[in-house]
């Protein structure tokens, strides 16, 4: 089955700067990719996300990249925010895999003052 | 924007017995739902799929007499944790999709739920 590699586990940034954090995955009949972010006790919420057929996205601050040659999609945050801090997972879905989901384990993002 | 209750948020029971959690799709139809469990800083990992009217299909590993999920109508999923124990004491989490929603492509998590088994 499919499976997601996700780095950094932690990352920290001063606020104003960049992030980045990357994603690989092993399916090459994956999809779609999408980004989520959890913040403690909550569920996932939706960020950004990105098809098969586009290699990138922007939505304000936020952008992801998409390589489907070497199976890498990554994450971009610029002028990072404290409210930014919280948890960040990608994940793929396989196409005929039932719609499944596979989520990165995740990366500890800590954007401090 | 799509919405999934999730329902309770935190739920703490006793050895032994069994604890139902309800995800309700409020304002579209959905037609597969995803129970995934999360342990403390780890990843979400999927337990369940389950098609509306169908019968659930579990993730290797996952025993399908204790986590029984219904998914009886197109608004309602529930997973009943049964003769729960410690161990099962996690984070559990819908997610509910609708193939004809455009909103993220269909797929929209809900709050959580904090199971603790005492």
Known sequence: GENVEQHPSTLSVQEGDSAVIKCTYSDSASNYFPWYKQELGKGPQLIIDIRSNVGEKKDQRIAVTLNKTAKHFSLHITETQPEDSAVYFCAARVTGGGNKLTFGTGTQLKVEL | ?118
């Open chain 2, 1 to 118: 924007g799509a919405v999934v209750s999730q329902h309770p948020s935190r739920v703490i029971c006793k050895s032994g017995t069994s604890v139902k959690i309800e995800c309700r799709s409020l304002d579209f139809q959905a037609t597969t739902m995803f129970w995934y469990r999360q342990f403390p800083k780890q990843s979400l990992m999927l337990m369940a799929t389950s098609n509306e009217g169908s019968k659930a299909t579990y993730e290797q590993g996952v025993e399908k007499d204790k986590f029984l999920i219904n998914h009886a109508s197109l608004t309602l999923s529930t997973l009943t944790v049964t003769s729960a124990h410690p161990e099962d004491s996690s984070f559990y989490i819908c997610s509910a999709r609708s193939p004809g929603q455009g909103y993220n492509y269909g797929y929209t998590f809900g709050s959580g739920t904090r199971l603790t088994v005492v």
